[in-house]
């Protein structure tokens, strides 16, 4: 039987920066609600600290499956695989078979349990890898109590962002989680900049908060990230914890939901 539903909550994609002081920020700098890192332990830090921001653990591949879930704070939700379908091209990924196989173990640890996370184009079609993931969870009477989905787009369109959406939760019937999302096409990722996913972010949240069957969402990501070689213009802060623009845009969106202001720094010049 599935779990019941969580409430909606705004929430981020982070991992350590170069000085192991994200969770501060994450803590005491922003109105986050819960946090992931892509694996099953929480965010390490220096200094020994209390937590209040909920950490919810994944199980990013087949390594992390028999790994133990660290956490300060009681867990009640674990995630899934994180995109099994890239490089299915190529002959890498995750096959659904191997997905299905190791499934019962995550449903073992007795948490709400999502989806595996595809990319975009494994999402949806009857031979997508999800469809054919969720074909054999159905088949075989295994548990997913809500889908995780990326989406990333590339033309800023926040109502395209929504009609996929409606058509994820209209194809699998459950709750989703947006575990990724931003303005930005990977074949040219410096091609858009923060004033524009500053925008798309403000009216993709407001979008999200409406609709009923989204649960939670996360923006990827709170750190710089480097693809090629260069950094996309989306991330929220910079390694030294500075807003930078989208940043700045993206708190005040979260805190009007969160109900609670966070004070922001100066934002990087």
Known sequence: MPFPALAAQPGIGAWENSNYTMLSWIEEGSSFSWYYNWRPDQ?????????????VPMIHNPSDVNKKIVSDLPVSTLLGFNEPDAGASKGR????????????????????LGSPATMQSGTLGKNSWQRRFMDQVEAKGLRVDFMAVHYYSTNGSVRDFEKWLRKVHAEYKRPIWV????????????SVSYAQNATFAQAAI???????????????????????????????VDDK?????????????VSRITGRQASLRSEPR
């Open 206 to 236: 407001q979008m999200m908060e409406r609709l009923p069957f989204v649960e939670r969402h996360a923006w990827f990501a709170a750190n710089p990230d480097v693809e090629n070689g260069r950094h996309p213009k989306i991330n929220l």
């Open 43 to 55: 965010l390490w830090e220096k200094r020994r600290r209390s937590r209040t921001v909920e950490f």
């Open 241 to 253: 914890l500075r807003p930078t623009p989208i940043g700045t845009a993206y708190e005040r969106a």
């Open 179 to 190: 575990t990724e999302f931003a303005y930005i096409d990977w074949s040219r990722p410096q």
């Open 93 to 112: 990924g995750l096959p659904v078979e191997k997905a299905i196989a190791l499934w019962p173990k995550l449903e073992a640890r007795g948490l709400r």
